[in-house]
């Protein structure tokens, strides 16, 4: 998995190699995920985890992540951060997400 804090939060990069197996294990052990660095394109395999597609089978629920149908725990949750300063992300992926900007400026401070 990637590293483990305090918090419980498996904090893993868009580069990492076994980036869809880190979230396939961390979707069905309800794990929290923390994406760190996200650049301006997102990884179309993260599409069904944006849409939150959970969709009921055999009773139980399941998520579908790349080709393969992941057991879906109800306390499994998906953050990811960016750097970039000004992230300005397609109509596509700003519907499917709560972008939330903790940047502060001077400019910001004083409105």
């Known amino acids: 998995m990637g590293k483990d804090n305090d918090e419980g939060i498996d904090a893993i990069k868009p580069t990492d190699p076994n980036l869809v197996r880190n979230l396939e294990m961390s979707i069905q052990f309800g794990r929290w ?3 760190e660095n996200v650049g301006i394109e997102v990884d179309p395999v993260l599409e069904p ?6 969709k009921k089978e055999a009773g139980s629920l399941v998520i ?3 080709d393969k149908n992941i057991p879906y725990h109800e306390g499994f949750r998906f953050y990811m951060t960016t750097t970039n300063p000004n992230p300005h992300y397609s ?5 499917k997400v ?3 900007n903790f940047a502060i400026t001077p400019t910001g401070l004083e409105e």
């Open 33 to 35: 995920v923390l994406l």
């Open 49 to 54: 985890l944006l849409l939150k597609a959970v």
């Open 64 to 66: 579908s992540l790349g």
């Open 91 to 95: 109509p596509e992926v700003t519907v």
């Open 98 to 100: 709560t972008i939330i």
